[in-house]
Each structure stands twice: as structure tokens, then as C-alpha cells.
């Protein structure tokens, strides 16, 4: 947490190797980001500010794409977009558009997409945006 402007997002965007460090080291699990970013991607799910959604297309076929890109196992897709439609509380938008649900929905479909692959890390930049409160939460499992 902390002011804006501290530097939050741009971390995160360093994370996955988006932005370089202008200096020190950042490693995951022992893998240093400027050797290993391709590894390290592969261990985050993340819930950016502003999530790039298709507005056009459906919940359903957002998520579908999603674990696809995820390269989520065919035989599990199917389930594990029920898993995440159920946990996120999206069963009852699944056939809507993207662009013609809420924004709390559409916080709710950038979780499922976090977490689709059933990420170690969940990085969230600004979860609680149009709250009032600026924070970045990381969640890391064991």
C-alpha cells in the first residue's frame, strides 16, 4: 500500500518482465526476471487495474478464451471454467456480454481470469479501485 505515484504498478509490471529494472534484482522462487520471465509469468495470475476485456464477446467465451491462452488441459476447460464461474459468483452473467455487465462483475470476471490456471501468485494492482483506496495485493500459496 501507499501513495500515488510510489511506484505499486510499476512494479507489478516489472514482475512479469514487462518493464525493466532500472536497478537491483527481483527474483521468484530463486529465478532472476531478466533470465527467467517466461518462468515467472507462468507462476502469476494477475488482476491488473484496468483489465484488457473483449467487450463484445460473452463471459462465458471470455473465460474460454482465457483458459485457452492459459493453455488450461482441454479435458479440465470445461471444468475449470465452472470452477471459477461458481467461485467468482458469475453463473448468472455467463451469457452476457462483457460491455453489459457491472463493474463489480467485471472485477469478478478479471479474478476468474487470474486465476484460471490456478496461479502460485495472484497479484492484484488496485483490487478495490473506485473505493477510495489505492493498494497492491500479492497472494502466494504454501
Known amino acids: 500500500m501507499g501513495p500515488n505515484g510510489?511506484?505499486?504498478?510499476?512494479?507489478?509490471?516489472?514482475l512479469p518482465g514487462f518493464i525493466r529494472p532500472t536497478s537491483g534484482?527481483?527474483?521468484?522462487?530463486?529465478?532472476?526476471i531478466e533470465d527467467h520471465s517466461l518462468e515467472i509469468r507462468k507462476l502469476l495470475g494477475d488482476l491488473p487495474e484496468s483489465a484488457p476485456f473483449y467487450h463484445d464477446m460473452l463471459v462465458y467465451d471470455y473465460?474460454?478464451?482465457?483458459?485457452?491462452i492459459r493453455e488450461v488441459e482441454k479435458e479440465n476447460k470445461?471444468?475449470?471454467?465452472?470452477?471459477?464461474?461458481d467461485l467468482c459468483g458469475?453463473?448468472?452473467?455467463?451469457?452476457?456480454p462483457v460491455a453489459e455487465?457491472?463493474?463489480?462483475?467485471?472485477?469478478?470476471?478479471g479474478l476468474a481470469?487470474?486465476?484460471?490456471?490456478?496461479?502460485?501468485?495472484?497479484v492484484f494492482d488496485e483490487p478495490?479501485?473506485?473505493?477510495?483506496?489505492?493498494?497492491?495485493?500479492?497472494?502466494?500459496?504454501?
Do not use: W
Open 6 to 14: 510510489a511506484g505499486k504498478t510499476t512494479t507489478l509490471r516489472m
Open 25 to 32: 534484482t527481483i527474483r521468484v522462487k530463486e529465478c532472476n
Open 63 to 68: 473465460l474460454n478464451y482465457v483458459a485457452d
Open 78 to 85: 470445461l471444468v475449470r471454467i465452472r470452477e471459477m464461474a
Open 90 to 96: 458469475l453463473n448468472e452473467v455467463m451469457h452476457k
Open 101 to 109: 455487465i457491472s463493474k463489480g462483475y467485471k472485477q469478478r470476471v
Open 113 to 122: 481470469h487470474a486465476m484460471m490456471k490456478d496461479p502460485e501468485i495472484l
Open 128 to 142: 478495490t479501485e473506485g473505493h477510495g483506496r489505492t493498494c497492491t495485493v500479492f497472494f502466494c500459496q504454501g
